[in-house]
C-alpha cells in the first residue's frame, strides 16, 4: 500500500513535468493526459480507502549534525478523507476543464498548472511531518500564483496572483517561525512523534494558525481570496474553493495535540468574525464568482470556528469521555463543503461560459430554462450550502451550531446569525441568476453546456445531497471516515430539537427575505430601497484593502525609500564605491613603474636585489 | 681529501674573485646601458660566466668538487638557454624589424 502512496503523489509530478517539457504546444494531448492522471488518482485513492490498511514510512532527506529533515507518508484516517476529496473533486474539475478551456490558447500551461497542483496538494495531505508540508505548502501556492495568472495579459489578473502569493507568504512566515519553535521546543516535527510527547504552549498553535490564516484565507488576511477570482473558474472550484483553501483546516486538525485553550480561543473568535464578515461583504457582490467566494470565505471561517470550538465532553452511561470535536465537525463541513462548493463554482463555470463569458449577475436572468441541467444542479448546492434538511450541508452545519451552542453561547449567536446570511445572499443569487426573464443579450443567447462539463455537475450534485448521510445512516462508506465520523458531535434529545428548530428557522428566515425582497431585474433592490446599508456594506468589504493599501504605500513604501537612501549612501557609496575608488588609485600608483623601457626593469631588479640583501643581512 | 692539485697556484683567491667581480660588473653595466638587445644578451651571458669563474676559484681553493659540479649545471643550461633567447631574438627581429630597446616598449602602461 505504501508503493500506491508514493504512486499517487509521484503521478501528478510526472504528468506536469511532461507536459512543461514537451507538450507546451500539443495542448489536447496535454489536457487528456492531466485529466486521465486525476482519474488515476482518484482511482488510486479509493482503493486505498477500500484496503483500509492505515501506514506511515519516513526516510532522512537532510542532516546537519543533529538537525535532520525527513520526507515521510502519513496515511492514516485523516489524510484517507482528505485525499479522497482532493482525488475525488479534483477529477471532476479536471473533467469540467475539458469542455470549460477546450477554446483556450494556453491549455498546455492550463492543465500542466492543474498537475503540479494536485502533486503539491496531494504532498500536503500525505506529509508526515511539518517541514515536508511546509514544503509542498509554499508548492500550492507557486500553483496557485500559477494558476490565478492564467490569463496574464489583463492586468487585474496579474495584479490578483501577486495579491495572494504575498499575503500567503505574510502567514507562511508565521508558520515558518512556529515550524522552527515547535522543533526547538519539542526537538522533532513529526506529527506521531509529537503526538506521543510535546511541550504545552500558546506560541506554538498560534503561530502554526498563521499558515493557516494566509492560506485558509482568515481574518485579517482574507483579502487575497475575492481577487482570487480572476483565475479560469476551475481553477476557483478547485484551488480557491474545495481543496487548497481547505488545506489550512486539515493543517489544524493534523496538529490539534499541540492545540491549548488560550490557542483555540484566539482561533475560534477568527473563524467565527471572518464567517459573520465573509456573509456581509457577499450580499453587495454584482459578480457571480465573488459571490461564491465570500461565501467560500465564510463556510472557511465555519470550520476554523469549529476547529477552535474544540473538544467536548461526552457521556456514555457510566462512561464520560472527552472526544475531539472540533475536529470531527471541521473535517465533516469540509467534507461537504468541498462538494457542494465546488458543484456550485462549477455551475457558475457553465452559465458564465453558456452566457459567453458575462459574470454580472444583474445581466443574467432567465436561465432556469436554457440551462436546466445547470439550473437543477446549481438550486441542490444552494439548497446543501443553506442547510435544507437531510442535504450535506444540513448534517454538517447543524453539527458546528450544536457544538457551538454547547461550548459557547455567543459564538453560537453569531454562527446562527451567519447562516441566515447564508441562506439570504445564496438565494438572492440563486434568484436573480436563473429567474425572471434575461436582461442581456448574453443571457438571451446562453446555451446548456455539453455533456463533459454537466456529468461533473450531476455527480457533485448526487454527492451534495448524499455525501452527509453517508457519514451516518447509510453507512456507504464507513472505511472514509474512520475515526473522524466517531469525532463529529451529535446532538441528542431536545438539543436535538433545538438545533433543528433553529437551523430550520435560519434557512427559512434568510432564504424567504431573499426571496420575498429581491426582485429580478436589472439593479440590485437593496442598493435602491437601502443605499445607506448598502454602502455600508460596501465600505465594509472595502475597509481592509483600503488599510492594507494606505499601509503598503504610506507607511511600508516611505520606510523603503528610506532604506534605498541609506543604502545608496552608506553601502553603495562609502563602502562599495569607496572601496573600488582606492584601488583605483593605487592602480594609478603603481603604473607608473611600468615605463616600457627594459633598462628601467633591469635598475628595478637592481634596487629589488639590494633591498632583499639588505633584509636578509639585518639591516633593517 | 685528496688535494686537486699538486703545485700551489701561482695567484691567490681574492685575483680570482677580483676577475670575476669584473666581469660580472662590465656585465651588468652592459645590461643597464647598451640599447642593442644582442649585446644586452651578451652582457648576460658574460654575468653568468663572471659567476662560472668564482664558482671554480672556490671549487679550487677549498679543495671540493661541489662548485665544479655547480658550473657543469650552468653551462648546460646556459646552452639550452643560448638557444632559446637568440630564437626569441631572431623572431622579434622578424616581427619589428629592430632589435633596439627604445623601441620595444608596447608593454608600457
Given amino acids: ?620 | 681529501m685528496i688535494p686537486l692539485l699538486a703545485t700551489a697556484p701561482a695567484y691567490g683567491l681574492p685575483s680570482y674573485l677580483f676577475v670575476s667581480a669584473l666581469l660580472f660588473a662590465i656585465g651588468f653595466f652592459g645590461v643597464l646601458l647598451r640599447k642593442n638587445t644582442l649585446v644586452i644578451y651578451m652582457c648576460l651571458e658574460l654575468m653568468l660566466l663572471a659567476s662560472t669563474l668564482a664558482l671554480v676559484a672556490f671549487s679550487k681553493f677549498n679543495g671540493t668538487l661541489d662548485g665544479n659540479v655547480f658550473v657543469f649545471f650552468i653551462l648546460t643550461i646556459a646552452a639550452a638557454e643560448v638557444a632559446v633567447g637568440l630564437a626569441i631574438i631572431v623572431a622579434l627581429f622578424r616581427k619589428r624589424h629592430t632589435v633596439q630597446v627604445e623601441e620595444l616598449n608596447q608593454l608600457k602602461h
Fill in chain 1, 1 to 620: 500500500m505504501l508503493q500506491h502512496a508514493i504512486l499517487i503523489l509521484l503521478l501528478p509530478l510526472a504528468s506536469a513535468v511532461v507536459i512543461a517539457l514537451f507538450l507546451r504546444k500539443q495542448g489536447a494531448i496535454a489536457s487528456w493526459l492531466s485529466t486521465g492522471v486525476a482519474g488515476a488518482i482518484a482511482a488510486i485513492s479509493i482503493i486505498l480507502l477500500q484496503h483500509g490498511e492505515r501506514f506511515e514510512s519516513s526516510v532522512e532527506w537532510l542532516r546537519f549534525g543533529t538537525f535532520s529533515v525527513s520526507l515521510g507518508i502519513k496515511y492514516d484516517d485523516l489524510a484517507a478523507l482528505m485525499l479522497f476529496i482532493v482525488g475525488f473533486v479534483g477529477f471532476l474539475i479536471h473533467l469540467f476543464s475539458l469542455g470549460y478551456m477546450h477554446d483556450d490558447q494556453a491549455r498546455a500551461r492550463f492543465f500542466g498548472g492543474l498537475s503540479i497542483f494536485m502533486f503539491s496538494m496531494i504532498g500536503i495531505v500525505l506529509a508526515d511531518n511539518l517541514f515536508m508540508i511546509f514544503i509542498f505548502w509554499e508548492l500550492v501556492g507557486f500553483s496557485s500564483w500559477l494558476l490565478i495568472n492564467h490569463y496574464h495579459e489583463k492586468q487585474s489578473a496579474a495584479d490578483a496572483s501577486k495579491k495572494a502569493f504575498i499575503v500567503n507568504r505574510v502567514g507562511d512566515f508565521g508558520f515558518l517561525l512556529g515550524i522552527i519553535m515547535c522543533y526547538w521546543a519539542n526537538g522533532t516535527v513529526n506529527f506521531t512523534e509529537l503526538g506521543q510527547n510535546h511541550v504545552f504552549s500558546t506560541a506554538v498553535p498560534l503561530l502554526l494558525f498563521c499558515g493557516a490564516m494566509g492560506k485558509s484565507a482568515q481574518m485579517p488576511l482574507q483579502v487575497w481570496l475575492p481577487d482570487a477570482m480572476e483565475g479560469p473558474t476551475p481553477v476557483s472550484a478547485l484551488i480557491h474553493a474545495a481543496t487548497m483553501v481547505a488545506a489550512g483546516i486539515f493543517m489544524l486538525c493534523r496538529i490539534n495535540v499541540l492545540m491549548v485553550p488560550q490557542a483555540l480561543e484566539v482561533i475560534m473568535w477568527i473563524g467565527t468574525v471572518t464567517a459573520v464578515y465573509a456573509a456581509l461583504c457577499a450580499i453587495v457582490q454584482r459578480d457571480i464568482k465573488k459571490v461564491l467566494a465570500y461565501s467560500t470565505l465564510s463556510q472557511l471561517g465555519y470550520m476554523v470556528a469549529a476547529f477552535g470550538l474544540g473538544s467536548i465532553a461526552l457521556e456514555h452511561g457510566e462512561h464520560k469521555m472527552v472526544i475531539a470535536a472540533g475536529v470531527g465537525a471541521a473535517m465533516f463541513h469540509l467534507t461537504t463543503h468541498a462538494f457542494f462548493k465546488a458543484l456550485m463554482f462549477l455551475g457558475s463555470g457553465s452559465v458564465i461560459h453558456g452566457c459567453h463569458h458575462e459574470q454580472d449577475i444583474f445581466k443574467m436572468g432567465g436561465l432556469r430554462k436554457k440551462m436546466p441541467i445547470t439550473f437543477v444542479t446549481f438550486s441542490i448546492g444552494v439548497l446543501a450550502i443553506i442547510g435544507f434538511p437531510w442535504l450535506a450541508g444540513f448534517f454538517s452545519k447543524d453539527a458546528i451550531l450544536y457544538l457551538a451552542m454547547e461550548k459557547n453561547t455567543a459564538v453560537f449567536a453569531v454562527l446562527a446569525f451567519t447562516a441566515v446570511l447564508t441562506s439570504f445572499y445564496m438565494v438572492r443569487l440563486w434568484k436573480i441568476t436563473f429567474l425572471g426573464e434575461a436582461r442581456s443579450d448574453e443571457a438571451k443567447h446562453a446555451h446548456e453546456s455539453g455533456l463533459v462539463m454537466t456529468l461533473p455537475l450531476i455527480i457533485l450534485a448526487v454527492l451534495s445531497i448524499f455525501g452527509a448521510t453517508g457519514w451516518f445512516g447509510l453507512g456507504l462508506y464507513p472505511k472514509l471516515a474512520g475515526s473522524i465520523a466517531g469525532l463529529i458531535p451529535e446532538a441528542h434529545g431536545a438539543a436535538h430539537t433545538t438545533i433543528l428548530l433553529v437551523s430550520l428557522a435560519v434557512m427559512t428566515i434568510g432564504g424567504g427575505a431573499a426571496l420575498f425582497f429581491y426582485k429580478s431585474a436589472a439593479t440590485d433592490t437593496l442598493e435602491e430601497k437601502f443605499r445607506f446599508g448598502f454602502s455600508m456594506l460596501t465600505g465594509l468589504k472595502e475597509s481592509f484593502d483600503k488599510v492594507y493599501d494606505y499601509y503598503v504605500a504610506k507607511v511600508q513604501q516611505r520606510f523603503a525609500m528610506v532604506l534605498n537612501f541609506l543604502e545608496q549612501i552608506v553601502l553603495a557609496g562609502a563602502i562599495i564605491r569607496g572601496l573600488a575608488g582606492f584601488a583605483g588609485l593605487v592602480g594609478y600608483g603603481a603604473r607608473a613603474f611600468y615605463t616600457g623601457s627594459l633598462q628601467a626593469y633591469a635598475y628595478w631588479f637592481l634596487l629589488g636585489a639590494a633591498l632583499l640583501w639588505a633584509y636578509a643581512a639585518g639591516i633593517f
